[in-house]
């Protein structure tokens, strides 16, 4: 079936390293696609999201690609810090749809 | 900034008893949804409302679990009785229509003994 998931469980990066957090999904027909970051005793908390119609999106230290050809979406974070050691899901929604479908994260743990 | 709000954030209980889990969405959104967090399933949608109608609760099992929203700034979901299988983090998140991000509450740890 359809299904979204990540290439890589857990990612440790030295602290001021870029990080890439890479999301495969199947379904093409998706067409609005988002990163939430979610800490320890807390809920997801949004953090970027871009639409099928562009390929990049930039935010606040965070890049977010988006490849339709292969079906990849890769969330990139410059300069990365202790803090932004977290778990990070991607979701995708497929047109027409309300309910969004969630991946199983990546942990990334950032090392002073 | 406006949050989503859960109550109780904890919750410990013995099998067999009723469980009331309560979402305060932002005000404002009309979209409500309850998903279920295990480290097995990871995150597992149990019921979508828009506009206050429930438009899909597929994830849930019906025999036991039941969602609804009274009004727009509080959604319910209970489970009776409860089963140690049901021990999970339930998160609330309300957001708008369209292609639009969901904002979380931080959830209810529940705990079925």
């Known amino acids: 079936g359809e299904s979204v998931g990540l290439h890589l469980p857990t990612l440790s990066v030295q602290e001021g390293d870029n990080s890439i957090i890479n999301c495969a999904y199947s379904?093409?027909?998706?067409?609005?696609f988002i990163w939430y970051k979610q800490e320890s005793g807390k809920g997801p908390q949004f953090i970027i999201d871009?639409?099928?119609?562009?390929d990049k999106r930039q935010g606040q230290r965070v890049t977010v690609l988006l490849n339709k050809t292969v079906k990849h979406l890769s969330l990139q974070i410059a300069a990365t810090q202790p803090g932004d050691s977290a778990v990070y899901f991607c979701?995708?929604?497929?047109?027409?749809?309300?309910?969004?479908?969630f991946g199983r994260g990546t942990s990334l743990i950032v090392h002073p | 900034d406006a949050r989503v709000t859960q109550t109780p954030r904890h919750k410990v209980t013995e099998m067999g008893q009723e469980v009331t889990m309560r979402c305060q969405p932002i005000l404002g959104h009309n979209t409500v949804f309850w998903y279920r967090q295990t480290m097995m399933q990871g995150l597992e949608l149990l019921a979508y409302?828009?506009?206050?109608?429930?438009?899909?609760d597929s994830g849930m099992p019906k025999d036991r679990f039941s969602a609804e929203m009274p009004d727009a700034t509080l959604a319910t979901l209970k489970i009776q009785p409860s089963e140690p299988r049901d021990s999970a983090v339930y998160f609330c998140?309300?957001?708008?229509?369209?292609?639009?991000?969901?904002?979380f509450g931080d959830g209810t740890r529940l705990s079925i003994l």
């Open positions: 409302f828009r506009n206050r109608a429930p438009l899909d």
């Open positions: 979701a995708e929604k497929r047109e027409g749809s309300y309910i969004p479908t």
């Open positions: 998140a309300s957001g708008w229509t369209g292609n639009q991000p969901q904002h």
């Open positions: 871009i639409r099928s119609n562009m």
């Open positions: 379904n093409s027909a998706s067409d609005y």
